[in-house]
DNA sequence: CGTCTATTTGAATGTACTCAAAAGCGGTGG
DNA sequence: CCACCGCTTTTGAGTACATTCAAATAGACG
């Protein structure tokens, strides 16, 4: 590991060490293997068809997963900001075609990991099947918090609700981008907009 | 474990073990720290508002989970059939309130644990880690499917897709209860059934 | 058989969409 | 540094999809 990598690690090792606590020796293992990936803006790191081989941890920059649909329209299903992860799950664990893509809207430093080699640090080191067990739960639980919010809020209170939510994506990320997530069009995001915000 | 639940276990053992393979004494184990809990049609297995004590596992019958808004409106995030699996996992971890109820569409009997119980399981079958990652995975698939399908799909293909995709739970739960599921009014159903579908 | 709830049907309304065009904004090259 | 080009956002008008409301019909259950 260089010097120069050290920050890069080090947001990684505290972000594992939040759900388990890792020695020196077991990081070491753990960070060996992933690897280290740039993407610049609007880079792909899967594309809609292709199989997906790793899943990335965001070290910094920002991703959107999105699905593009029989009429050429994008949906965009999540973004991925720095401290949180970017992949296909069901294409990477079942070996199927990726139903959707990523791509970089910023700049974006990655460190990925493929599947024998997550395989090999289930086995090296099992507390890692905690691990990602938390993560899949939290995804798990934001992920049916939306579509709680898909069903029952207006489209006006889902836009709100996200600024609110995600400050911090909001803030980076084009207008039209939003309302892909929202799953309205740019245009109605624009017309809600004009109306003040109720209480 | 008397004779009468041995149908029961061997249900859930066969469902345990199409992820980790299992002794006897391992599943004993197990099996000694869930609870049979019957259930009555029409009552709850978890009341909105109220804190989720329990993941329950589902032996027989059909459990929806669904959420009321602030103007009483039903939206339904969920159902459980046999074979599968009841909770607010948001509630049951963080130990937040509820922000749906799980109800009884039919008798239902289910095997449950507590958090303090799931707890000492992890801690005595390390491999049950790995049960509840999957299960997790799974989970988080299905739900970001059903997130893209929502985004990307008319309501008459949404409700197509769940007759194929769930013809067992299409075949045996009242209409407005697809409905609502689908994010649409029961009126609104009836109405798009009445056009044959496309190909 | 009667009651309660689910489903269907029709009509009027509202929410969100498409289409079209103008205005804003950002990046690039001369 | 400014001018131009392309993309994003806004605005307005007309339309389509899904809703509410109301009432009739059909089914389920005691």
Aim: hydrophobic residues 40%; glycine residues 2%; charged residues 25%.
């Amino acid at each position: 590991m260089t010097t120069a990598l050290q920050p890069t690690y080090a947001l990684f090792r505290r972000h594992l060490e939040r759900i388990i606590p890792l020695t020196d020796d077991e990081f070491a293992c753990i960070s060996s293997l992933f690897t280290v990936k740039n993407l610049k803006k609007r880079q792909f790191l899967l594309q809609q068809g292709d199989m997906c081989k790793y899943e990335s941890y965001v070290v910094s920059g920002c991703l959107k997963s999105y699905h593009t649909d029989r009429e050429g329209q994008d949906h965009i299903l999540q973004f991925s900001i720095e401290d949180w992860w970017a992949g296909d799950l069901k294409s990477f664990l079942r070996k199927e075609l990726s139903s959707f893509s990523i791509e970089a809207i910023e700049p974006v430093v990655l460190l990925t990991i493929d599947k024998q080699r997550l395989d090999r640090l289930y086995a090296e080191i099992p507390k890692f099947e905690k691990f990602f067990r938390v993560l899949s739960e939290n995804a798990l639980i934001a992920t049916s918090q939306r579509i709680i919010n898909n069903l029952s809020l207006s489209a006006k209170e889902r836009y709100d609700l996200f600024l609110t939510t995600y400050p911090r994506i909001a803030a980076r990320i084009p207008l039209k981008d939003i309302a892909s997530y929202l799953g309205i069009t740019p245009v109605f995001l624009s017309q809600l907009r004009r109306e003040p915000t109720q209480v």
